[in-house]
């Protein structure tokens, strides 16, 4: 068996006060799986509830909180440590939520994060900023975004792979997406497949799109030869068999929520790569449309050079006005 993925997992805990603990419970069978190292981690910007009784000083309220917080995550770290797992807690005052967490991998190097997922409206793409799409942008370690507590026993991992590099996808993403797919399948005595959607929505102006009706572009013959070729290649040097790999025309986000929901996959493993301008508007970004749309966990993974433009330092504490 080849070595380990992760030996560093760092688990997104939102509300340590909570008896279900998706997360919590993935990782910790990850971790079995890998023999990695938990650190439970909750970021909190308000001290509600507040503690009682309450200190006068804001430095000291925080304090407080922060270790009735750890208490928590040390409560909800106990099992874990009773299997035998290897786990740590920090529960910290800093905000907004994915910059904490990303904060706290340029800090410790975890190897991996996991957090729960939620599905969020179309409208709150445009008007809320979202700590599953901020951590998908900036986080520059793989992020398992939890949405089923259990992880089958022979989980059917589905990697996203995209050869042509199409949206300026730094080459070397796929082998990075494919060796990550690999090594969760090996490591958690799984299956793999691998996916590559040919996007009919780079074949027409972007003025035809919102019209578009299923089907109506196909991409030629030669195009989809040629595109099946170069998957098979990609995965051939990673030893995926050809039968494992499925190639699908049509709009990418479409065509992987509904090929995960037919393939039964409890993984999808995709790459992001931030973008930014007047390109984003009209492309999206598939990672983002993916999470709310499909039932299964999803691996995110950064190119190998990516940076985050999160800062390192957390904000200061402000008095309040006397």
């Not at 190292?37 to 970021?43: Q, S």
């Not at 299956?191 to 919102?210: K, S, Y």
């Not at 999470?291 to 390192?312: E, H, N, S």
Request: proline share 9%; net charge positive; glycine share 6%.
């Amino acid at each position: 068996m080849s070595s380990s993925p992760w030996r560093s997992i760092l688990v997104a805990v939102r509300d340590p006060g909570r008896r279900k603990q998706m997360a919590i419970r993935k990782a910790a069978r990850i971790a079995a799986a890998s023999r990695a190292r938990i650190t439970l981690f909750h970021a909190f910007s308000t001290p509600y509830p507040p503690p009682q009784p309450m200190p006068s000083d804001p430095a000291a309220i925080l304090r407080l909180v922060a270790r009735q917080r750890r208490d928590q995550l040390l409560g909800l770290a106990r099992p874990l440590r009773a299997a035998g797992l290897k786990v740590d807690c920090e529960a910290v005052w800093d905000f907004p939520p994915a910059q904490a967490i990303v904060r706290r991998v340029l800090d410790s190097k975890p190897d991996l994060v996991v957090a729960e997922s939620h599905r969020h409206t179309p409208l709150a793409r445009w008007f809320l900023a979202n700590a599953d799409w901020d951590l998908i942008r900036e986080c520059p370690c793989p992020v398992w975004f939890v949405k089923k507590e259990r992880l089958a026993r022979k989980p059917f991992i589905l990697a996203a792979v995209d050869p042509a590099h199409a949206h300026a996808k730094p080459s070397g993403l796929d082998d990075r997406l494919l060796q990550t797919a690999t090594s969760v399948m090996r490591h958690l005595d799984g299956r793999i497949g691998v996916i590559h959607v040919l996007d009919i929505t780079q074949l027409l102006p972007p003025v035809f799109l919102p019209a578009l009706a299923p089907g109506a572009v196909q991409p030629s013959g030669t195009l989809q030869a040629a595109t099946r070729a170069a998957v098979g290649r990609l995965a051939k040097g990673h030893g995926i068999a050809a039968a494992g790999v499925v190639v699908r025309p049509g709009i990418p986000a479409e065509v992987l929520t509904a090929s995960a929901a037919e393939l039964k996959a409890d993984l999808l493993v995709m790459g992001a790569v931030s973008r930014s301008g007047l390109k984003n508007t009209y492309i999206g970004n598939t990672a983002e449309t993916v999470i709310d749309g499909v039932d299964c966990d999803v691996l995110i993974v950064k190119p190998r050079q990516f940076r985050t433009a999160v800062p390192r330092r957390r904000p200061r504490l402000r008095a309040a006005p006397s």
